[in-house]
């Protein structure tokens, strides 16, 4: 919203009422004197009939081991759930649009970003996972704060799966 790249945003939840929230925040937040005037609407999958994008948040980012409570969770651990939320939504889109670039950030990124483009004949070239970007904008934020410099001016990658089998390069 802040950078006006949206003329509309349509947001759809499992759960009508946190997308009715999620919805009714950001276009409260339309007030405030840095955003753009932008429509903001919740409802159901309608609202990619015409979508140009659909960015695809759904489901936790990590679950916590119920049998080691304080150790770092596993990202892997929620493909079975999510993989299963991917298909629901996939399946949704599908029936009102093959034609939006759809952009993934579900983890465990890797598979579910398989599951949407080899399960649903979506078209080549328009399903994007964000992968490690934030792992790497991370990583050059760790070293631009090590040395005193601005965070654009270091050049460093994370390559490998999202998450705890990422490394830099």
Same mark, same amino acid.
């Given at each position: 919203?802040?950078?006006? %790249?949206?003329?509309? /945003?349509?947001?759809?939840?499992?759960?009508?009422?946190?997308?009715?929230?999620?919805?009714?925040?950001?276009?409260?937040?339309?007030?405030?004197?840095?955003?753009?005037?932008?429509?903001?609407?919740?409802?159901?999958?309608?609202?990619?009939?015409?979508?140009? %994008? /659909?960015? !695809?948040?759904?489901?936790?980012?990590?679950?916590?081991?119920?049998?080691?409570?304080?150790?770092?969770?596993?990202? $892997?651990?929620? $493909?079975?759930?999510?993989?299963?939320? !991917?298909?629901?939504?996939?399946?949704?889109?599908?029936?009102?649009?093959?034609?939006?670039?759809?952009?993934? /950030?579900?983890?465990?990124?890797?598979?579910?970003? =398989? !599951?949407?483009?080899?399960?649903? =004949?979506?078209?080549?070239?328009?399903?994007?996972?964000?992968?490690?970007?934030?792992?790497?904008?991370?990583?050059?934020?760790?070293?631009?704060?090590? =040395?005193?410099?601005?965070?654009?001016?270091? %050049?460093?990658?994370?390559?490998?799966?999202?998450?705890?089998?990422?490394?830099? %390069?």
């Amino acid at each position: 919203m802040k950078a006006g %790249v949206f003329g509309e /945003i349509g947001v759809i939840d499992i759960k009508e009422n946190v997308a009715r929230g999620e919805a009714l925040d950001q276009e409260q937040g339309r007030a405030l004197t840095y955003m753009n005037n932008i429509k903001v609407t919740h409802g159901g999958y309608e609202q990619t009939d015409d979508a140009d %994008v /659909i960015i !695809i948040a759904a489901g936790n980012s990590i679950i916590p081991d119920p049998d080691n409570p304080t150790a770092e969770p596993d990202r $892997a651990s929620l $493909a079975k759930i999510t993989s299963q939320t !991917i298909r629901d939504v996939m399946g949704n889109i599908t029936a009102h649009t093959r034609e939006a670039i759809i952009i993934v /950030i579900t983890n465990p990124l890797d598979t579910i970003l =398989y !599951i949407a483009e080899n399960e649903f =004949y979506y078209p080549a070239g328009k399903i994007f996972g964000t992968g490690t970007m934030l792992d790497s904008a991370r990583l050059r934020n760790v070293f631009a704060n090590a =040395y005193n410099v601005d965070p654009k001016s270091v %050049v460093g990658y994370m390559m490998g799966e999202h998450g705890a089998t990422a490394f830099p %390069v």
